[in-house]
């Protein structure tokens, strides 16, 4: 089946510096890529959309400049939290869409959980 | 705008005995429908589709959900369910946007 990998799986930083998410697309090329957020017990809430080679477009409330998202190649989208605050620990994951013959479904990668001090 | 409603937030069960999680959808337009499983601390894993055709579908661990556009239903079902099933399941819809509309998820607890 379709993979999607993440890295880091965790990561800790302190507040006020910045932390690079990648997502990856092993075994087919992404034409969307999809980021999530998910607080304890609560469903997934789309924080943005990328398609390859174009900006992303954010949700309401999502703010663009804090949650930079770039999907450089059909392979691999990144996100970024820039000037991270306790307020952004959460549990994010990343969704890609666009395997041949399963154009419809999004495949999901494992999550990164962030925890900021 | 379309919403997803997952009926039960905690379903707690004993192993071997069938269960049913609900989902309900807000559409008048067709859509794709997916349940997702999530276990502690892992990403979403993809139980089953439901995309054209027939309108019973299975999943390879004896899950199956069935879609009744009348209803704007698509029910998940296991006849047996066993302790590895514990985890939380998440309905999706997917609107003409080409987004995820999720529920709010079921927790299944399966119980010795």
């Known amino acids: 089946g379709a993979v999607v990998s993440q890295h880091p799986s965790r990561v800790i930083c302190k507040s006020g510096t910045s932390v690079k998410i990648e997502c990856r697309s092993l075994d087919f090329q992404a034409t969307t890529m999809f980021w999530y957020r998910q607080f304890p017990k609560q469903s997934l809430m789309l924080m943005a959309t990328?398609?390859?080679?174009?900006?992303?477009?954010?949700e309401q409330g999502v703010e663009k400049d804090k949650f930079l998202i770039n999907h450089a190649s059909l392979t691999l989208s990144t996100l970024t939290v820039t000037s991270a605050h306790p307020e952004d620990s959460s549990f994010y994951i990343c969704?890609?869409?666009?395997?041949?013959?399963?154009?419809?479904?999004?495949?999901f990668g494992p999550g990164t959980r962030l925890l900021v001090l | 705008a379309q919403s997803v409603t997952q009926l039960d937030s905690q379903v707690p069960v004993f192993e071997e005995a069938p269960v049913e999680l609900r989902c309900n959808y807000s559409?008048?337009?067709?859509?794709?429908l997916f349940w997702y499983v999530q276990y502690p601390n892992q990403g979403l894993q993809l139980l089953l589709k439901?995309?054209?055709?027939?309108?019973l579908v299975e999943s390879i661990n004896g899950f199956e959900a069935e879609f009744n556009k009348s209803q704007t239903s698509f029910h998940l079902r296991k006849p047996s369910v066993h302790i590895s099933d514990t985890a939380e399941y998440f309905c999706a819809v997917r609107n003409q946007g080409g987004k995820l509309i999720f529920g709010q998820g079921t927790e299944l607890s399966v119980k010795p």
């Open positions: 559409s008048s337009v067709s859509v794709y």
């Open positions: 969704s890609a869409r666009g395997k041949p013959g399963a154009e419809e479904t999004q495949y």
């Open positions: 990328s398609n390859e080679g174009s900006k992303a477009t954010y």
């Open positions: 439901y995309l054209s055709g027939s309108t």
